[in-house]
């Protein structure tokens, strides 16, 4: 098992070492300067090169590169161009949106994909079964901001039972709050949703023509039986797969849902600092994203040893 670990973590080590440069490269490249966006077009030359030096853009790239990652390591992510102050401070701000934004859409997401799976496929080629698949294709084809705009029209402008936008802030109230968040948990969660359900699926029935799973039937056990004590356990790996990785997109990918509801998460920070050009905000942003998905594929490796300890034999 340490063998494993060190195994994973020396990956997970490499990927964001690798990550770090692509972004930094990625970023350098794209035209324009920060210093003459900020100031205008109207503004001299002199006065542009005077930005360029405050804010460090005159120093060679790889002194850059390294004057940040080694601020990364002890949490120093630099300062915005835009609002002058620490980058940091911006995503702790937003992080508290965001985050919640992404457990509660998982949640409800696994909440109805993993009964709905466990059904079709236990009802594998009936009418039900077959409902299930094209529901599942419908919500798979649909955009996530249709769905948001279909939410807003129908619970916030029709019924008015929630707010149509906004985040009052977690001082106002948890149940306020949690009430801002639930028309974009639901737009981000039904899409990814009709994909686990279609994952859940497909595994359990690839699991029930296993020749152990004949064997279980053969000695006496009910369908229930062999689905709930030998089945589902292994057709949990794929499923696990989908969920580290849906975690990862719902909390990186949130950019349209937070433009289309308002909230002041790390989707539309990106989005915001990518249109003013605020350098140290897009790159800590997307490298504390990119970490995110890293870390998350490294429990989802955990898990997977934890459910089929073969594989962490096959390793050491």
Known sequence: MLAFLANRLFALGLTLLLATVVIFLVLEIIPGDPARLMLGINATQD???VLREQMGLNQPPLQRYWSWVTGLLVG?????????????????????????????????????????????ASHRGRVSDTA????????????????????????????????AG?????????????????????????????ILARVTR????????????????????TYRQTLWRHTLRNAMI??????????????????IIENVFYLPGLGRLVFQAITQHDLPVVQSVV?????????????????????????RRSVS
Not at 212 to 220: E, L, P, S, W
Request: hydrophobic share 60%.
């Open 47 to 49: 006065a542009v090169d």
């Open 76 to 120: 120093d992510f630099g300062t915005s161009y835009t609002y002058s102050v620490p980058v940091s401070e911006l995503i702790l701000e937003r992080i508290v949106v965001s985050l919640p934004l992404a457990l509660i859409a998982l949640t409800l997401s696994t909440l109805i994909a993993i009964p709905v799976g466990i059904y079709a």
């Open 132 to 163: 299930v698949i094209a529901t599942t294709q419908l919500g798979i084809a649909i955009p996530n901001f249709w769905f948001a705009l279909l939410l807003v029209y129908v619970f916030a402008v029709s019924l008015r039972l929630v707010p």
């Open 166 to 194: 906004g985040f009052p802030g977690w001082d106002a109230g948890v149940w306020e709050a949690v009430k801002a968040l639930i028309l974009p948990s639901i737009a981000l969660a039904l899409p990814q949703a009709a």
């Open 202 to 221: 497909s595994a359990i029935i690839e699991t029930l023509g296993e020749d152990y799973v004949r064997t279980a039937r053969a000695k006496g056990l």
């Open 238 to 255: 794929p499923v696990v797969t989908i969920m580290g990785l849906q975690f990862a997109f719902l909390l990186a990918g949130t950019i």
């Open 287 to 311: 490298v504390l994203l990119v970490a995110t998905v890293v870390l998350i594929n490294f429990l989802v490796d955990i898990a997977y040893a934890v459910i089929d300890p073969r594989l």
